[in-house]
């Protein structure tokens, strides 16, 4: 039949339409063809002047999708990509894209334009349509702008938009509304160049592109030239399965493309025929359109979509039915963004909408973030605070920015299989802080805070910040039911050379706030106390700074609302962590001396402390003297000190309290210098270390603020001898031996004491325990011991009759008085080897530790009695996993202190942990105890594992509490369900806690070592 179409020429042409119904869809993100005709293939009437002039009084309007911004030369130069408008009173400009030069003066701002791409200008009562314009606009009222994304990196100077605008703009125009004349610009006079052998080294103003089969099938070639554009174009069809490269992309190198059929569109002077390799310049045209199972590699990103459009020449694209995806060092993963269509934007910036980003690996994901729009680009960071770099630029002697990939996200909807949780209007972070803002849930219901939800967020994510190299910002929002809401921040950093100078640094802070309208359960007698304010809150920063010469430099700032807030809401913090305090601490230390000089003032005064102001220390250890026949130590310490006591509890009668007997409010000058002499020998296998020690110190004010000058002196004689014995035929898988030894040391230490002040009136400007300590001392002389404080548990003889306060160096040194003693330890070490036989190791079997102190002047030293302080230490360590261990410590005198354990803790696999303990505490007063304890942590699989201890006291026959936990470990999140009792405060309570194992803040793999200790309480 004359009239059929040919079924190629009919594929064909429904293949190209269906290129430009995609583009027609996108917006116009790219052209086809920039063609200077009419729809009728016309020319197009060109103008040279409008009689319109923008009044100097409106301000310039400016937006788009995309922006490139920075400073040249005192002049802000930007890339406009995406729907870019620009308005001026009643002129009106659209682009596709735009190049802008902005100088500001003291009272106007002028304004240069470039418009590239479906030009349009709307003017009173007319309107014209160009293929490129240069504006200058004038302005008083000053420039405002509305880029949905935006970059500060600067553009290179081979940009091919950049380059056509500075070629267009030339010299400065007036500041009338104009068009620039048109350049045409016209091709390598060579055109084209088509090769099909190698082509020579590629010059950077190059682009070769090479085709292959994506498979053992030839692809289909077809091909016809268009001549309804200027300049006319050649297209060719091919299907069957290609493969495409393009070399010479500026700052991506290759891009490599695969799809099922491919249309491309480029310059058709003088290119008619088809060949596999072509050599041209770039900025010949060259348009790709991509149909069928697309895959897109880009430098470090990969692409997949159904279909797709490339312009190599604007390094720009748009994919539907999209993923992207890119790896991600620091987070040591890939991480993906699947969406309905994903622009490329510029090199290295891509826009996705009506998508979402996760980091998981599963074509369907547990978790996502759903988004609106999702902009991603490459960008380049330097250290924060001179945070460090390893590597330099050999030319400047900068350190090299970083490049990572970086996320910005609108209308953010966190969605845990498709159940939406939480919601945020933007983020934008590091393409490895991917993940929603939250890092840690934790609801939960007890007897004292009600019910409760305590969570935790990435304060970077959350506020759309950039995450500083080295630091750490967390945000804290809790709210419970019987107590209010709670709110805090909590962060930490490290780096180097701060403030340009050499030095290592590191630091933490946090805060919490609370309006509290309940009543604090701290147990026992004190399950009812009224808080002395309802503000509560505490704050507290550290700060450690190491610097050349062994210079340290420590800074601590702290602030409670009332004594009882820390203890009631962070009882593990309060118990464990060091005090909190507001101090400057400066220490130098070389070789075998130091130096240090601290201010410390007290700003919590329910709190015993003392205000140095300041208070300087010299050290000097072990400096030889005579040739090494002796050895010299000293410490000498001078400055002014105000003692002061913690202010009474708000509730007295509730909260039990008596004030310390060594605590007063005392100030003034306190000086010590202290010295030894120590002459080391040896006496065949026995070594001997004769000494001697003077010290001289002074209190302006003692504990009835008199005047104290004392005169401290010791002299004594350490001596030691060891034996050993080897067993090597002693084996025994069972008990896992493989040879024994035996060695053993007898240790003892004899020294005299006299001291010219008792011990009784110095004050204690020195502190030798923490607040924790301090608190529990306050409450046990009237809970235990009625009022009354016997003198076995007063600190302070226990201090002295151990020899805490004895050494040079000791901190403390208030802490001695009149003794003789002579201190003795026998010391055991069973040993074996382990390990493959050509690398096997030494290691402790089991260990014995007996030490006893002997005092001639027992009414004096030690109550009454001559021996005392008796110990002991035992460890057996039947295998890698399995270890039993026993203490005790005992006085003789009348109600002296029996303490003693024993505990047998397992891991015989890496699935099951057991541990049981018994502890006795007995003393005067009636203070006797034995507690029972056990706790069993079991992975049941690689998902679930589960842990459980109890506490009873056999003494007391009084239950001391339970905890059950459950643990699911997900690909995606950690989840556990806690259960706990506690007899002491009468508390019961359930929690669900989950945690996220994504990205920087996860458990990471599953591991079941790690959940075993995770899981144990």
């Given at each position: 039949m004359s009239g059929e179409i040919n079924p190629v020429s009919r594929y064909i042409s429904h293949t190209i339409w269906?290129?430009?119904?995609?583009?027609?869809?996108l917006g116009g993100l790219v052209t086809i063809a920039p063609a200077?005709?009419?729809?009728?293939?016309?020319?197009?009437?060109?103008?040279?002047?409008?009689?319109?002039?923008?009044?100097?009084?409106?301000?310039i309007e400016i937006s788009a999708e995309y922006s490139q911004q920075w400073e040249e030369d005192f002049v802000e130069v930007s890339i406009l990509k995406g729907n870019c408008l620009i308005k001026q009173g009643e002129a009106v400009l659209r682009a596709r894209q735009m190049v802008i030069w902005h100088r500001k003066t003291r009272k106007t701002n002028r304004v240069s334009i470039y418009l590239e791409g479906e030009v349009r200008v709307d003017l009173p009562g007319e309107s014209k349509n160009e293929n490129s314009l240069l504006v200058n606009l004038v302005t008083q009222k000053g420039v405002k702008a509305d880029i949905r994304r935006s970059s500060t990196i600067k553009a290179s100077q081979d940009d091919p938009l950049l380059k056509r605008a500075i070629q267009r703009r030339g010299t400065p125009h007036d500041h009338q509304l104009k068009r620039a004349q048109f350049i045409v610009e016209k091709p390598p006079l060579e055109g084209p160049e088509l090769n099909t052998v190698p082509a020579p080294e590629l010059k950077v103003n190059f682009r070769r592109i090479r085709l292959f089969p994506r498979s053992a099938v030839p692809y289909n070639v077809q091909s016809f030239p268009s001549t309804h554009t200027v300049p006319p174009e050649q297209i060719w069809v091919i299907t069957g399965g290609v493969n495409l490269l393009i070399d010479g992309i500026d700052g991506v190198g290759m891009v490599d493309m695969s799809a099922d059929r491919i249309i491309i569109w480029t310059d058709g002077r003088n290119t008619q025929n088809f060949n596999s390799e072509i050599r041209q310049s770039k900025e010949t045209p060259f348009e790709i359109y991509l149909e069928g199972n697309i895959e897109i590699r880009q430098g470090t990103y990969f692409l997949k979509a159904?279909?797709?459009?490339?312009?190599?020449?604007?390094?720009?694209?748009?994919?539907?039915?999209?993923?992207?995806?890119?790896?991600?060092?620091?987070?040591?993963?890939?991480?993906?963004?699947?969406?309905?269509?994903?622009?490329q934007l510029s090199k290295g910036a891509y826009l996705a909408q009506n998508g979402w980003a996760t980091g998981s690996q599963f074509g369907k994901p547990g978790y996502r973030i759903q988004s609106s729009d999702i902009f991603i680009e490459d960008r380049y960071t330097t250290p924060w605070l001179g945070a460090g770099s390893n590597e330099l630029d050999p030319l400047t002697g900068q350190p090299v920015p970083h490049k990572r990939a970086w996320l910005s996200s609108s209308n953010n909807t966190f969605r845990i299989k498709n159940i939406p949780l939480f919601y945020l209007p933007y983020i934008t972070s590091p393409a490895e802080d991917i993940y929603f803002p939250i890092i840690g849930l934790r609801p939960g219901n007890d007897r004292i805070f009600g019910f409760q939800i305590e969570s935790q967020w990435d304060m970077y994510k959350l506020l759309g910040l950039e995450r500083r190299p080295g630091t750490k910002w967390e945000g804290q929002l809790d709210y419970y039911s019987i107590r209010g809401i709670g709110i805090g921040q909590a962060g930490s950093y490290a780096g180097e050379n701060l403030l340009g100078f050499d030095n290592i640094f590191n630091g933490n802070g946090e805060l919490f706030y609370i309006h509290d309208s309940g009543t604090d359960n701290l147990g026992l007698d004190r399950r009812a106390l009224i808080p002395s304010t309802k503000d509560r809150y505490f704050l507290n920063h550290r700060h450690r700074q190491d610097s050349p010469f062994g210079v340290t430099l420590i800074a601590e700032g702290g602030l409670l609302s009332d004594r009882n807030f820390l203890e009631q809401y962070f009882e593990s913090e309060f118990d464990n962590d060091k005090d909190i305090e507001t101090l400057l601490h400066l220490k130098q230390q070389q070789e075998n001396w130091s130096w240090s000089i601290i201010g410390r003032t007290r700003l919590n005064d329910f709190t015993n402390t003392t205000d140095w102001l300041p208070k300087g220390d010299l050290y000097l250890l072990g400096e030889p003297l005579f040739g090494n026949l002796l050895s010299w130590t000293s410490h000498s310490s001078i400055g002014y000190g105000k003692l002061k006591p913690g202010a009474p509890p708000y509730n007295p009668t509730q909260d039990v309290f008596t004030p310390l007997p060594f605590i007063a409010d005392s100030q003034g000058v306190v000086a010590m210098t202290r010295h030894q002499l120590e002459a080391p020998f040896n006496l065949g296998p026995i070594k001997l270390v004769p000494y001697v020690l003077g010290e001289a110190a002074y209190w302006e004010e003692g504990l009835q603020q008199q005047k104290i000058d004392r005169l401290y002196g010791s002299a004594g004689l350490r001596g030691s001898i060891l034996f050993e014995r080897i067993f090597p035929d002693v084996y025994s898988s069972f008990f896992n031996l493989n040879g024994l030894a035996h060695k053993m040391s007898l240790e003892g230490d004899y020294s005299f004491s006299d001291s010219s002040e008792d011990l009784t009136n110095i004050a204690q400007y020195n502190e030798f325990d923490d607040?924790?300590?301090?608190?529990?001392?306050?409450?046990?002389?009237?809970?235990?011991?009625?009022?009354?404080?016997?003198?076995?548990?007063?600190p302070r003889f226990y201090a002295v009759r151990t020899g805490a306060g004895r050494g040079v160096t000791d901190p403390y040194y208030e802490l001695v008085d009149d003794q003789q003693v002579l201190r003795m330890a026998w010391r055991h070490r069973l040993q074996t080897k382990t390990g493959p036989p050509d690398r096997m190791r030494i290691k402790d079997w089991m260990t014995l530790d007996l030490e006893a102190s002997y005092f001639p002047n027992p009414q004096r030293d030690n109550f009454g009695e001559d021996i005392g302080l008796l110990g002991g230490h035992y460890q057996w360590f039947l295998g890698d996993r399995t270890t039993l261990a026993a203490n005790a410590y005992y006085d003789l005198f009348d109600g002296g202190q029996q303490l003693w354990d024993v505990s047998l803790t397992s891991q015989r696999t890496n699935r099951l942990s057991v541990n049981v303990a018994l502890q006795q505490i007995k003393g005067g007063g009636g203070l006797d105890s034995q507690i029972l304890s056990a706790s069993l942590n079991y992975v049941m699989s690689q998902k679930w594992s589960a842990g459980i201890s109890t506490a009873y006291?056999?003494?007391?026959?009084?239950?001391?509490?339970?905890?059950?936990?459950?643990?699911?470990?997900?690909?995606?999140f950690l989840m556990s369900l806690g259960m706990t009792y506690d007899q002491s405060t009468g508390n019961a309570g359930i929690g669900l806690t989950i945690m996220p194992r994504f990205g920087n803040f996860g458990a990471g793999p599953a591991d079941f070592s790690s959940l075993l200790g995770n899981n144990a309480q």
């Open positions: 269906q290129a430009v119904i995609l583009l027609t869809m200077q005709t009419s729809f009728f293939g016309a020319p197009k009437a060109s103008y040279e002047e409008s009689e319109y002039v923008p009044p100097e009084e409106a301000p159904n279909r797709a459009f490339y312009d190599a020449r604007e390094e720009r694209g748009v994919l539907l039915d999209a993923e992207l995806k890119t790896h991600v060092p620091e987070l040591g993963e890939d991480i993906r963004i699947r969406a309905s269509h994903i622009r607040n924790a300590q301090e608190r529990f001392r306050q409450r046990l002389v009237i809970n235990t011991f009625g009022g009354t404080l016997p003198p076995q548990f007063d006291d056999l003494g007391e026959n009084i239950n001391r509490g339970q905890t059950l936990s459950l643990t699911r470990t997900g690909a995606d």
